[in-house]
C-alpha cells in the first residue's frame, strides 16, 4: 500500500511539502514500516503514529544537517540530498 504525505510535522515545526512524499507502509514482524525514495527516509516501530514520528524525525534531521548547509561544505551525494530536500519543502513554520 502507498499514501501520500504533504504535511511532516516534529521538533515544534511543520514542514510544507511542495510534492508530497510517497510513503509505501507495509507490515513485517509486527512492525509497521513507512518508507519514501526521496528523499530516502523511513520509520520502524509498533505503531503506525510511533513509525510516522520516527520518519519525520529523520526528515527533520536531513533538512537540518542538509537543507541549508553552504554547498563547499558538502560532498557530491551530500548536495544531491540538499536538492531532493530543499526540492520538497516549500516552507517551515512553527507548530502553534
Request: glycine share 6%.
Amino acid at each position: 500500500m502507498t499514501i501520500e504525505k504533504s504535511v511532516i510535522e516534529y521538533g515544534g515545526r511543520r514542514f510544507m511539502l511542495l510534492k508530497p512524499l510517497d510513503l509505501r507502509v507495509r507490515r513485517h514482524d509486527d512492525q509497521w514500516i513507512f518508507e519514501a525514495q526521496e528523499p530516502d527516509v523511513s520509520g520502524c516501530a509498533d505503531t503506525v503514529d510511533e513509525a510516522l514520528r520516527e520518519l519525520s524525525a529523520q526528515f527533520a534531521y536531513l533538512w537540518d544537517e542538509f537543507g541549508n548547509e553552504d554547498d563547499a561544505r558538502l560532498g557530491a551525494w551530500a548536495r544531491v540530498l540538499k536538492r531532493q530536500i530543499r526540492g520538497r519543502v516549500s516552507r517551515v513554520e512553527p507548530l502553534p
